[in-house]
């Protein structure tokens, strides 16, 4: 196991300790905050966590394995499992053997259950930024934690790795042009087109030319993204010639419809529409309509017969 493996996990186990705070008062997060702010001034609040941090800190593998049941377990994102505090005491050896101290954690707690009295169920993610600068860890936990005379323990912690957030879901529609693309046409003015997943499937881009005889002319590069403030897809295009742009999709069948507005690099302004209909999974049309340069318009192009690369 990794130096920054072994430091992640362990981190995450003193996060979800840390945090349980909540259970040991009885508290959850729908607590009324004039309530929560009494209930911290309640004898020994955060006093369980704290000694947790305060042992992990001093690298106290045996005093950190102590907050768990005599039968309790880890499970990490592999599947491996820890059973009992002697298995726990020794993965914390290895980690307080590699270790830096300084980092910095930030926990968020999704979900705190009291079943009973005497059990509590959680759920969170932490992130942990190394003293050294170097990357960070996040990873997802989910805890049961048990009172034992009067004190909480972990009985069982399992970790799993946490996802960035994706806005994947708002490109169904546009999934299938995901590939390459290229013009039927071998002679004339024809076009080229490649679309890809990007930054954990929160935008999709594409590469993309118009070609003369087979030879691409002029084209560029375009991010397709979620617009969570206007609820639809927008795009940002860079073209090869210097020009920007920046249009706004909208979906009508099969049909997608991009206006645009663009600068060039000689300072002109320019609108168009461009409109990709999809004729069935291996073939589309893409048509530019509507162009106008410093507000002249200027004639339609034929529509463009694009079929998938295989």
Known sequence: MSTQRLFGLAMCL?????????????????????????????????????????????????AVAGFWTPDGDYIDQLGRQYKGRDAIEKL????????????????????????????????????????????????????????????????????????????????????????????????????????????????IVSSFATTQNGVPVVGGTQWIGWDAVEKNIRSWSFYSGGGFGEGAWTKDGAKWTVKTTAKTADGKKVSLTNVLTKVDDDHLTWHATQLTIDGKAAPDGAPVKMKRVK
């Open 14 to 62: 003193a996060a979800a300790l840390a945090i349980s705070q909540f259970g040991a008062i009885g508290k959850t997060p729908a607590v009324p905050e004039d309530a929560k702010a009494k209930a911290a001034e309640a004898p020994g609040k955060g006093k369980r966590g704290e000694a947790f941090i305060a042992a992990f800190e001093k690298g106290d593998a045996k």
């Open 92 to 203: 914390y050896a290895k980690v307080f053997a590699v270790q830096k101290k300084g980092a910095k954690l930030t926990v968020t707690v999704t979900s705190h259950k009291p079943v009973g009295t005497d059990v509590i169920l959680e759920d969170g993610v932490t992130e942990v930024a190394p003293a050294d600068g170097g990357p960070g860890t996040i990873g997802k936990f989910s805890a049961v934690l048990v009172k034992k005379d009067g004190e909480w323990y972990f009985e069982s912690l399992r970790e799993t790795i946490a996802h960035p957030p994706t806005n994947a879901d708002h490109f169904d529609d546009l999934e299938w042009l995901l590939g390459d693309w290229v013009g039927e046409a071998e002679k004339g003015t024809s076009g080229s087109a490649s679309y890809d997943w990007a930054e954990n499937r929160n935008f």
